[in-house]
């Protein structure tokens, strides 16, 4: 450590004498809100969150029966208990399984990124990834929550229907991953709402604005933050996780 040290030591009066920054005025919240919602408003920043967001949602539409289905129908060990008995909880804590079963989702998100880099501006840097990444973000509670709503809506699986086991069972849940896969191919269909990269310049200069769809751009985006919020908050309480909205039969 002391070598390593020694070794960087120069840098100090390097960076304290040679490195100049210019002077710059600091910028209010106020300001950083008003050129957000202008970014907002552009075509190219609301037609890319849209893109994002529902895209995002028929991706990570999933359904309820997987795990009791692993842990009462097929009866197999969860495969992170496997691993760790062979190779040690540490490399799968490290996040090797991580990786390897979530190169899909990051590949989707970085393609879907690839345009980021074209829409920032000056001094935006940081907001307009931030909004891009929590877009993407806010979509999978969402979709989870869809997720149980239509799941019971339709099929009404349960740990205690999948216990039975019986051919109703198997059928509905056939049904539900069918419906798992055809929502990921849905989510290929917003692919128009994505520019090519080198196209999103011209849509950003030439695509105009709309006060109106940036309004319902953040609308969207609020009504899905509080539904998250709400319908998973309400699946914990033994009052409120009957109702429909948290998944289950109502009253």
């Not at 969150?49 to 795990?67: D, E, M, R």
């Not at 919020?229 to 909205?245: E, K």
């Amino acid at each position: 450590m002391l070598v390593l040290a020694a070794c960087t030591a120069p840098i100090i009066p390097v960076a304290w004498f040679y490195i100049e920054e210019s002077l710059k005025l600091p910028v209010t919240c106020l300001k950083c809100v008003n050129d957000l919602w202008y970014a907002m408003r552009a075509r190219a920043v609301y037609q890319i969150v849209l893109y994002t967001f529902f895209s995002s949602i028929f991706a990570n539409f999933s359904y309820t029966a997987g795990s009791p289905i692993q842990l009462y129908m097929v009866r197999v060990t969860p495969i992170n208990n496997t691993i760790s008995d062979v190779i040690g909880n540490a490399v799968v804590m490290g996040g090797a399984l991580v990786i390897v079963v979530g190169v899909a989702s990051g590949i989707n998100f970085l393609i879907g990124a690839f345009v980021t880099v074209e829409l920032i501006g000056e001094g935006h840097e940081g907001a307009m990834y931030g909004l891009l990444a929590i877009v993407a973000i806010l979509s999978s509670p969402f979709a989870a929550t869809l997720t149980k709503v239509v799941d019971n809506w339709l099929w009404g699986l349960s740990n205690e229907r999948v216990q039975v086991d019986d051919y109703t069972v198997r059928r509905d849940v056939t049904e539900a991953v069918l419906l798992m896969y055809g929502m990921s191919v849905v989510s290929w269909l917003f692919l128009f709402l994505l520019p090519r990269q080198m196209e999103t310049q011209d849509l950003k200069h030439d695509g105009g604005s709309s006060t109106l769809f940036g309004m319902l751009t953040v609308g969207n985006l609020f009504v899905a933050l509080i539904w998250s919020i709400t319908t998973n908050i309400m699946g914990i309480f033994a009052t409120t996780n009957f109702l429909v909205v948290a998944g289950e039969n109502g009253c």
